[in-house]
Structures are given as C-alpha cells and as structure tokens.
C-alpha cells in the first residue's frame, strides 16, 4: 500500500492568519504557536525555504511523527483542526468514575497498605479496586489524575520531630533562646547563630548541556523552541565537607565557610576565627547552637594552649536550643537560603571550589544587609505550645 502523503498548500490568507498568530501571539497557546510555525516551514507551496519534517523536528526539540501529524490535521481537518488539534468528532463518553468510587479510592490510599507492599503505588491501586469491585477496569494513570484532582498523594511520607510533652528541659532552653532573640541590638554583645550542613562533592563525568533560549528564524521570523539544561546522571564521588554557618540576624551578617571534617578542633579553629577577625573589640558573643558535643568551650581547651582557651572562654555564652528545637536556630534558616540560592543543583569536586562559591554569597548577602525578623516570642510559645508546659508543682 502506497504511503499517504499529507500535503500542505497554504493559501495568503491562512499564511497571513499564522504569521499573526506566530508574531503576535494573540492569547494562543505555545502548543498551537507551535503548530502554526511547523505548517509556515512545511509549506509544500515554499520552493527554496521549505524544510522537511526532520529539520523542523530538531529546529523545535520534537518528533518528526509530531510533524507529521499537524500536517495530517490540516489535511483532514483544515487550519482549525491543525491549530486547536481535535481530532475526535464523536461526543465523549460518559465518565465512569462516580463520587462514590472517588471516595472508595481516597479511603485506601490513605488507608493500610496490603501486606506484602511497602507502599500505595498507583499500579497497586488500580489493581486493589478491580479485585474488590469498586469498578470493572481503570488505568493507573486513570487513578494517578484522581489523586491528583484531590491532593492526595500516598506515596510521599512527611518527617518530623516532635518533642515530648510536658517536657521541661526542652521549655526551659526553649524560652531562653527566644528571650535572647528579644534583647534589643547591641554591637559590644552581638547574638551570633551557628550551625553545620554536610554536603557530599561530585564531579561530573559527561559535560552538561547547557539551556539555549528562545531564538528567531532571520530567514522566516519563526520563533524556535529553546532547549532546557540537560544533566547526566551519572557522577564521580570526590569525598564530603562540612559547611560551618555563623551569623548575627540583627546586623545582617553571615559567614560560611566549608572544612574537611566537624571535629572539635574544626569548631575551636573557627570560633577563634569569628572572635579575632570579625568581633575582636566586643565585650562578649551570646551564641545560639545546637547540643552537638563539640558545641561548648572544653573545646578550646583540647585545641589551644590554656590562656587562649580561658580568653576565648570569656568572649563566648553559649545558649543551646533544645532537642528536637532546631527550627529555634536562626543559622539553619541561612543554611536552607544558602542551599536553595548558591549550591542549587550544581556538583563541586573541591572545597576550594566550594569555598569560592561560598565567599560569593557571602559578599553578596552581607551587602545588601539581609537580616532576619524574628517574631515568635516566649508569649506565644505558652500559648500555641502550652502542650509542653509540664503541670507546675506549686501555684
């Protein structure tokens, strides 16, 4: 059988219509602006500028068989049809899915999970409702758009910790860091937050692909489809680091910087560093950090000789946040912005690398003076958090 060749001859007018639709946009979708540039190139009328489905497929990151059946459309449908692509003429059938089945789903993947199974999959589900009957048959992607219709999504599990109740060793670090966070801004006593994240380093295998943007056709004027960053998946393992944050929330200033290792004397080293370099003539540092058993002045004493351990004891107060209180610490804040802004999805093979782009950040931030304002208070935490209050002994 001979192959069907779909022909495209455009008249004036619809060039004109899609070269409109193409410049202007008119409140299209991309998908019929799309549709609308691949009838201009594929213009059987075109002579010398006429491209075929593969040059237009790779111009606009597509199949050819997705070329191939915009032409189809204009030739059975007309200009519309190709646009808009509706192919289907008949009157759609009556939905099968009822409120009561939507209900029956809902309850089971929100429900236990059979035995056997780790997890509600979608496959699973579509299964479970055909052997109890809840319908004769239905696709998981089919069950999938119903999950989605009603935010409902079994196979994500939250974490979190929550401290005990009546709890007082939590309360009372609890309301101590809160009351440090309410003390007026002084520069001879600044509040410094620190924390730590670990963070793994990669190198790449295979060179990315970087994103292209949106370009013109000089010849056509047709827009063509840019290209998203394309990463492998693949990796090289170049060890781990640990990324050290202290910053002081009143005075909008942060420092980061990345060592080998979190040992005491990495800790001691910095804390130094921090009292020496940036807060040399001040009277003393409250700071705010977790119970980490490097986290307290013996420290100093394992890391320096006696006399600088004791001066160093005397520029630091130390407030801890309580177990299962991270969310208290005002470094793990920067260290989430520091995650979401600087390292992104990028793989770094050094920490000099690392700290190179570390140091960007950091200049960028203290500049523009990005500080926080907190406003949790000890007064809200006994109203909304009244649950970890223990019962007093004494009235």
């Known amino acids: 059988m001979p192959k069907l060749i779909n022909n495209v001859n455009l008249t004036i007018e619809e060039i004109e219509k899609l070269k409109s639709l193409t410049h202007k946009g008119s409140g299209a979708s991309a998908r019929s602006i799309m549709h609308a540039n691949i009838l201009l190139l594929t213009n059987d009328g075109l002579t010398e500028k006429r491209k075929n489905d593969r040059e237009v497929a790779e111009m606009f990151d597509i199949s050819p068989t997705t070329v191939n059946q915009v032409r189809k459309l204009y030739t059975t449908g007309g200009l519309e049809a190709a646009l808009s692509r509706k192919t289907r003429m008949t009157p759609p059938h009556i939905s099968k899915i009822t409120g009561d089945f939507e209900a029956q789903v809902i309850a089971a993947a929100t429900g236990p999970v059979p035995k056997g199974s780790a997890r509600w999959t979608l496959r699973l589900l579509a299964e479970y409702c055909e052997e109890k009957k809840y319908i004769v048959s239905i696709s998981h992607s089919a069950v999938g758009e119903l999950l989605n219709t009603n935010e409902v999504k079994p196979h994500l599990s939250k974490y979190w910790c929550t401290p005990k109740e009546r709890d007082a060793d939590f309360v009372m670090k609890m309301e101590d860091v809160l009351g440090i966070y309410k003390m007026d801004y002084n520069p001879q006593i600044p509040v410094i937050c620190m924390d730590e994240k670990p963070v793994q380093l990669l190198n790449e295998i295979r060179e990315r692909v970087t994103a292209k943007p949106l370009i013109i056709d000089p010849e056509t004027g047709i827009t063509i489809r840019g290209k998203v960053e394309k990463i492998d998946s693949e990796y090289v393992r170049c060890g ?118 570390l140091k960007i950040w950091e200049v960028d931030r203290n500049s523009r003076q990005k500080g926080v304002n907190w406003r949790f208070t000890t007064e809200d935490a006994r109203i909304k958090l009244k649950r970890l209050y223990p019962t007093p002994l004494f009235s």
């Open 240 to 357: 781990t680091a640990s990324i050290f944050m202290f910053t002081e929330p009143l005075g909008g200033w942060r420092h980061t910087i990345a060592m080998k290792s979190r040992k005491t004397g990495d800790f001691a080293l910095l804390m130094r560093e921090v009292s020496d370099v940036y807060y040399h003539d001040v009277e003393k540092n409250c700071i705010v950090a977790d119970n980490l058993n490097i986290h307290n002045k013996a420290a100093f004493y394992e890391a320096f000789e006696p006399q600088i351990a004791y001066n160093l004891c005397q520029k630091f107060e130390f407030h801890y946040t309580p177990k299962h209180g991270s969310w208290l610490n005002i470094a793990e804040s920067e260290l989430s912005s520091l995650s979401k802004q600087c390292l992104g999805n990028q793989r770094i093979k050094s920490i000099n690398e690392l700290n190179e782009i």
